[in-house]
């Protein structure tokens, strides 16, 4: 009956917010925008969409290590950019001075390429967890303010150890991934160069989430996450567990460094922090501390990213990208603080 409806039952219809039709209305112009390039030219669509999910994919693997500690600690560890940085320094050292590798050695260079993608995951997140140790552990009951500053200073050792070890200018890996095409598409090839982000980042999004969720080790840190004094009375050791924490992403961050290493073939001591920096507001994006929100963040700042610099059809250029992630940032922060997989939850006591 028309008379048995209440306010209650009328606030469900009522007219969506100024903040989401202009959201809508933005969303709307990109896709216009993408649909023009799309037509105009194919080719140049299909290859720098490509390239943004190979780019997005590799701010995966670093998003991921971010929300991993954010959801345990609530800690925005920023070295953790840096030790990406250290396993591309690695990567290409293990490439030019161990095994001196070149192009066209075949399966050679696929056994490589696991084994360095092991040691090196291996290595960061063993570095990862002496800085937990050493660096935020003695603060975890201090003030949020003082393990935060801690992670700005541990980013700058690990930036300054890197321009002593391997000094200022890029450090050359050798191009030794196969160019031949995966696939055709819209007079585009895709090749394997290209190709390994996603068969590196894929499986470990998914090793990850069964690890998280169904795993007793997994169990213990998403109890750890809700109440860690709770964890510890139930039994559950929680500094192992925070390292653990610390270890995965650690060896996250080496996988996103051997990834970029091969790919882009070289490395400055001073990307880790510009990267992690992107790939923090890939975390925030998709709602921190949600490992599937991190991927789905970073994969669309990495096709922003690609469109906007490779798109011929009004777009920015490469000079506006780095003003509209930390604009995205904003906005996120402002008007979605959850992120958009994230859920709103009430601020602890």
């Known amino acids: ?22 959201g809508l209305a933005f969303v709307l112009l990109i896709a216009l925008w993408l649909a023009v390039n799309l037509i105009k030219t194919p080719s140049d669509f299909f290859e720098v969409t490509a390239i943004g999910i190979t780019n997005g994919s590799v701010y995966a693997l670093v998003a991921l290590g971010y929300t991993l500690v954010y959801g345990i600690l609530e800690l925005i560890n920023f070295a953790n950019g840096d030790v990406f940085m250290l396993g591309g320094m690695f990567t290409i050292t293990y490439a030019n001075h161990f095994f001196g590798l070149h192009q066209g050695q075949g399966a050679i260079i696929v056994l490589w390429v696991a084994f360095t993608l092991v040691l090196v995951m291996l290595t960061c ?18 003030p949020r303010l ?29 191009d030794i991934l196969p160019r031949s095409d995966v696939f055709h598409i819209g007079g585009f090839d895709y090749q394997w160069n290209k190709f390994i982000a996603v068969i590196i980042t894929v499986p470990v999004l998914l090793l990850l989430m069964y690890l998280v969720q169904s795993t007793r080790q997994g169990k213990a840190m998403r109890a750890t996450a809700q109440d860690r004094d709770a964890s510890a009375m139930m039994g ?71 469109w906007n610099e490779g798109l011929n059809w009004h777009a920015p250029g490469s ?5 509209m992630v930390f604009a995205i940032l904003i906005l996120i922060l402002v008007f979605r603080p959850s992120g958009l997989l994230g859920e709103q939850t009430p601020e602890g006591g």
């Open 1 to 22: 009956m028309a008379a048995d409806a209440t306010p209650s039952s009328l606030s469900r219809l009522r007219a969506p917010s100024l903040v989401t039709v202009l």
């Open 146 to 174: 003082a393990p935060l500053i801690t992670a700005i200073g541990v980013s700058f050792i690990i930036e300054n150890v890197a321009l002593a070890v391997w000094g200022p200018e890029y450090v050359i890996a050798p």
């Open 236 to 306: 559950i050791n929680v500094n192992r567990t925070i390292s653990f924490t610390f270890l995965i992403a650690g060896a996250l961050a080496g996988a996103a460094g051997v990834v970029y290493a091969l790919y882009f073939t070289s490395v400055k001591f001073d990307q880790g922090f510009q990267l992690g920096l992107i790939a923090f507001t890939a975390a925030v994006l998709g709602g921190i501390g949600n490992l599937p929100g991190a991927v789905l963040g970073a994969v669309l700042i990495g096709l922003l990213q690609g």
């Open 319 to 323: 000079d506006w990208t780095q003003s």
């Open 125 to 142: 997140g063993g570095l990862n967890t002496m800085i937990e140790f050493f660096a935020y552990r003695p603060l975890r009951n201090a």
